[in-house]
């Protein structure tokens, strides 16, 4: 038996780590923050993004593609 604690899935992501996630750039992560298209937490002045939160900005950019089509 390990005592090692087996790592939990990430619960909240940094912008940065947001950025990776998404495959887009960590200015572009910030952008959208600013414009309410992806949303965030705060934790005191920092601003983390659950999972959740990233899902729904990538619906929203399905439901964009969908409407330009």
Do not use: C, F, H, N
Request: proline residues 6%.
């Amino acid at each position: 038996m390990s005592t090692v604690a087996e790592p939990i899935d990430q619960i909240l992501y940094r912008p940065e780590e947001a950025a990776i996630v998404l495959r887009i750039g960590r200015s572009t992560v910030y952008e959208e923050m600013r414009l309410g298209r992806l949303q965030t937490v705060r934790i005191g002045r920092r601003r983390l993004v659950p999972p959740e939160y990233i899902a729904q900005y990538v619906e929203l950019l399905k439901r964009e593609a969908q409407d330009a089509s």
